[in-house]
């Protein structure tokens, strides 16, 4: 297995303690998995002589060794991750391109449509959804166009407030080049420390201050975008009315339609104060009609969760404290001022919600551990345990329903696969109108992980779709959710995007059998 | 003329004073023009009685009686009032359709399409751009499909804040329907009298508050379109990741890709109070730097509007007070807490940034006048005068040379047309990157005003275009803008959305001519 498919920093690997270990054991039934391979088994290269020169003609870096074929051979779900433990490679490409500007991504977009070679645009790698596992049947070969070398800031406009980036600049980067000159994105998904700017667009990527700094499409301004057609170019106002919005057609792409290059976003002053609060609520019923009254009526902080009462719980547990009820944690950034007013309204609101202050203490071990998760997964992965995540959204109206359908709907999967789950669940992102759900599944792992996981995950997709909701409030499609996909835009959604695929990738070599049917 | 043609509520039609007439005369060389064709000349109906009995098949009313096709023959900008005046309905539809729910026009999509006739959906018929006037160039006909009777509210959801309209329920009954239940949409564009939910939606429209409500794209969250290939039904959630935003391609198609039959849309509180107060500032380079200081560190008022010198001048006169500077409108909503609170934050930060308070009188004249504008116009045309509105939206780091230079082009086209004009300007709606300018320009009518406009039109569209800025904040497309759209949205924007249209509308019959070059 490679190291590329570890979460992050390994410095920062987590070891799970013995008691841990012993609870999973007792409670779900956790057995020592099979060691993972050391080596995963990779396909031949399978590109022609002739291909690979037109791709070396097209780019100035092409590899095709072991080491860069199998870092760009999966996403990071929890299939990914099981499969390369297992040795399986089967979906890596037969080379890894690094294009050094636009002009050469669409040179090496020529090049794949000419020669019929299928193309899987890799940002920051971090999938969850089969979003880099392109179809290889029909083509030529696979080759993932990996855009780290599109690292730049552009152009900054601190008048207008807008920042230009190349698409492979990763967050954590893109907020060191703003904050040189007192700026911020604001844009925190769980996946910030990999993931680029150009993966944020075309996955319609939301952050975990969503309701502060807006979700990632809300904050771009501009695309360039290039498709074996040719460039797109779309953004020049804070608003039109001329025409559809083209740029809402590449935002969530996943690569299916062209390479988006270029992105230019909103950007905020840095904040000079934050303050992150806790708040305990009595159950998730009275949770949840807080968050509405807040996402509603406000105040609405920056950061606004959730938690049911068995998330709620678990966290305690692994913080070594006690809990009972649901935690709301609570981001407010802005001026000191501006921090001190909404604390103050958030407290009476709250208040008068059922809402008991906590203090400071959980928004900040909130903040400790917002990009832990990955790392922990790794960790009970090893332990033998099996561990996803399923996110949706729907209708206030409709969200205790939608709640109840999935969380069951996972734990009986798993229980009648003989591996009886913890089923965690906090709200993550609200609006006036709704809010997304976000759920931690934890079980034994079965002697077949991936199918044990692909029933529950399809259960799931089952009760959200019967819910009435969607099958993805910010992972995206990829292959794994094209089936309720299909059904969301109905017949006539998936004829618009065919026709628009045909029209800018007339060959089909962008992303085969990633979003689209 | 038609009555209908004339704008809103006979009773509230607009003499001009005589001493308006003597400045016009005597400041702009205003003459009495040749009084309006008593009748307008009809082409004959071109429909076949087989295309015209399929069309009674498919829809419970049909009318092809003159008094209905000339109430159908233009919209509403000055170009298509000056040729009406002059006897010209060239562009009148052959017969005037009523379906009666979302299958009825279905049906009327598939006779249409069967034989190959043009369909003009009519809302409430405002288009200030050639929106209504299809193409008849290879068609068996035209047909104004009017969704009049598409006039219920399906479904209002008070939990989650949302309400379902028909397309054709105007915007007075709208806002009645939702006040019967405690809400408010808060869409008041200058059209707001006749403008209908759906032609909002298909035209990307608008409000004076947006700043507080948001533009109606935002407040759309769902969406059924009738097509000739289908029906499309979008939006099952607040938000989603699954894919492109399918619903931002029907917003803004101006009828050319469906016809949008519902909307669900966000709705709000009805606001319990309100203040509008004015402010005056030095100049309107002062104005516009107040402008985006609270467009993007607030307090962001629900309406945030400044003239330049010259409006701010002209409105005083017409108001019969004295004015220098430039005045700034803001509107504030909510509860009575809030707008007091935003009140004193606002004089605060007004004062800081060379505000000087004027009080509410300015804000109350305004929300008297805010929908007079297109009745004072009638009467300007009576009287001999060219007036007619131009806008667009810029980046703040481009408004003031955008401003400058789409002043200057007015100017300079109709001086040299012997007749020079007044240019007056606002910033009509504000975002934290920009910001949108309403231009509105008063002339002599020379011997061919159509001709005349357009020269002027051309100018000011090419010096828009020179700016980078974009060809229409909220006006749309319709016909008159095509040449700068297409530039815009550059060969590849063009390319998809003909390729959409070619999904949905295989015979091309969805309003040709219409948005698509």
């Avoid at 409670?27 to 037109?54: Q, T």
């Avoid at 065919?498 to 060959?507: F, H, I, Q, T, Y």
Wanted: proline share 6%; hydrophobic share 45%.
């Amino acid at each position: 297995m490679s190291a590329a498919h570890r979460w992050g920093d390994p410095s920062r690997a987590v070891t799970l303690p013995d008691g841990v270990r012993t609870l999973l054991a007792s409670a779900l039934g956790v057995r020592e998995p099979h060691p993972p391979a050391s080596v995963a088994a990779l396909p031949p290269p399978g590109l022609s002589d002739r291909a690979l020169r037109a791709l070396e003609a097209a780019c100035s870096q092409v590899r095709t060794d072991d080491q860069a074929r199998l870092a760009h051979a999966a996403g990071m779900s929890t299939v990914d991750l099981l499969r390369l433990r297992a040795g399986d490679a089967a979906d890596a490409p037969d080379a890894v391109i690094a294009p050094a500007d636009h002009d050469e991504v669409t040179d090496v977009l020529a090049a794949c449509a000419a020669h019929r070679i299928a193309v899987v645009t890799f940002g920051g790698g971090t999938s969850v959804v089969g979003g880099l596992r392109a179809s290889r049947d029909g083509y030529a070969g696979v080759v993932a166009v990996d855009l780290a070398r599109l690292g730049r800031l552009r152009h900054l406009d601190p008048v207008s407030r807008t920042a230009t980036f190349e698409a492979g600049v990763r967050a954590p980067r893109a907020e060191e080049l703003l904050a040189e000159q007192g700026f911020t994105l604001g844009h925190f998904p769980q996946s910030f420390e990999r993931a680029t700017i150009g993966g944020f667009a075309a996955t319609r990527s939301s952050g975990q201050a969503s309701s502060g700094y807006g979700r990632f499409d809300q904050m771009v301004v501009g695309l360039r975008v290039a498709t074996p057609s040719g460039t797109l170019h779309l953004g020049r106002a804070p608003h039109t009315a001329a025409g559809p919005d083209l740029r809402q057609l590449f935002l969530g792409s996943e690569g299916a339609l062209g390479v988006i290059t270029e992105v230019t976003v909103q950007i905020r002053p840095t904040p000079p104060a934050r303050r992150y609060l806790g708040w305990r609520l009595a159950d998730f019923a009275a949770a949840t009609e807080a968050a509405r009254a807040l996402a509603q009526d406000g105040p609405l902080p920056a950061v606004l969760r959730c938690s049911d009462e068995l998330e709620t719980t678990v966290n305690a547990v692994s913080e070594g404290a006690s809990a009972d009820g649901c935690l709301m944690i609570t981001g407010i950034e802005g001026t000191e001022d501006e921090v001190a007013g909404v604390a103050s309204a958030l407290t009476e609101r709250l208040a008068g919600l059922g809402g008991q202050p906590l203090g400071e203490e959980p928004g900040q071990a909130w903040l400790r551990g917002r990009f832990a998760a990955p790392y922990l997964r790794d960790a009970l992965l090893d332990a033998g345990a099996l561990v996803e995540t399923v996110e949706t959204a729907a209708f206030w109206s409709a969200l205790p329903a939608t709640y109840a359908a999935v969380r069951d709907a996972l734990a009986t999967s798993l229980a009648g696969q003989g591996t009886p789950p913890l089923v965690l669940c906090h709200i993550s992102h609200v609006y006036s109108s709704g809010a997304s759900l976000y759920f931690t599944v934890v079980a034994a792992q079965a002697d077949d992980p991936v199918a044990q996981w692909q029933a529950a995950k399809a259960a799931a997709g089952d009760a959200i779709a019967a819910s009435g909701a969607t099958i993805t409030h910010h992972h995206g499609v990829g292959r794994d959710h094209i089936p309720w996909y299909r059904d969301e835009i109905g017949h006539e959604g998936v004829a618009v995007l065919r026709a628009v695929k045909r029209a800018l990738d007339p060959e089909g070599v962008l992303n085969p059998g990633v979003l689209l049917p």
